[in-house]
């Protein structure tokens, strides 16, 4: 039921519960959170824009780009030229284009109206200096790199497996598409929200302390294919011992679900109680306004 509480719950009671229990600290608006001691570490796959500059970008964010850097430095190429990794980041002077400051674009002040981006006439939109754009990997350079898809990155970068391992997973996510240096500021919701759920499934898959993953409402907007690729992807946390809540309207997700939490009985004040809870098999014999869709999708 929308506006039942399941946004609440997820956000405002476990999400800043189990952060501030992480932190060791108190549960925040709940009284008690019970096997916290369970995790080690907590995402939160929302659709919220993963930052608001262009300096972060999907290579970044997934930590794949200090890989590919380090890869960069270690060209025969670089070394000649006593380039270091960082002189591959856009983000700290060294390496970078000066004028645009690593951008590749430079803000206009159009005064009355919104700032306009144009390309930077110095690097030619290419962000790096000469001496870092001579340096070739494979016979790309690092601009190239950053131009290229995720699905093309995944192919080109075999080593080292750490980051054959970060790119399998954005590709696992559904964002193979997407150019590996595309701006922050350029992705949409739902694919922050796969970035992100491509981090957790890299740290997921590492063992060590378990991981607890929330989405809200991850399925809004996909096509069916997309929710076969989602379901896949929070399987493999499962399947390392994680932990996933998802506050969900769609029925063929909560299908798969191992255990479903059903909150209602309505909206606002009329809500926030769990009206029925279980395993999909057990509650699909009882009694419930949301057992009967459920039945309908688990027959079908
Ligand atoms: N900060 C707030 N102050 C007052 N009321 C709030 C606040 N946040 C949420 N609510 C109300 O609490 C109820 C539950 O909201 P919540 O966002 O948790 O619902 P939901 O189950 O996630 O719904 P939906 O499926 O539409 O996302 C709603 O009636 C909402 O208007
Ligand atoms: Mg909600
Ligand atoms: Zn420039």
Redesign the pocket.
Known sequence: ????????????ALATSMEAVLAGGEPVNAAKLLGAQDFGWLAVVDQDPIGRTPRSNPATYSKAYDLIRTLFAGTPEAKERSLSATAFSFNTAGGRCETCTGYGKRQVDMHFLPDVWVTCDVCDGRRFGPDVLAVTYDDATIDQVLEMTIEQAAEFFTQPPQLATVLDALVRVGLGYVALGQSATELSGGEAQRLKLANALVRGAKGGKRGLVLL??PVTGLHPADVERLVACLDALLDKKNTVVV?E?DLHLAAVADWIVD?GPA???D??RVINQGAVADIIGGAGPTVAYLRKVITT
Do not use: Q, R, T
Request: glycine content about 22%; cysteine-free; charged content about 15%.
């Open positions: 039921m929308s506006g039942s509480g399941k946004s609440s719950v997820l956000h405002h809200d409402e506050a309207h909150m909206a606002g004040a809500g926030g």
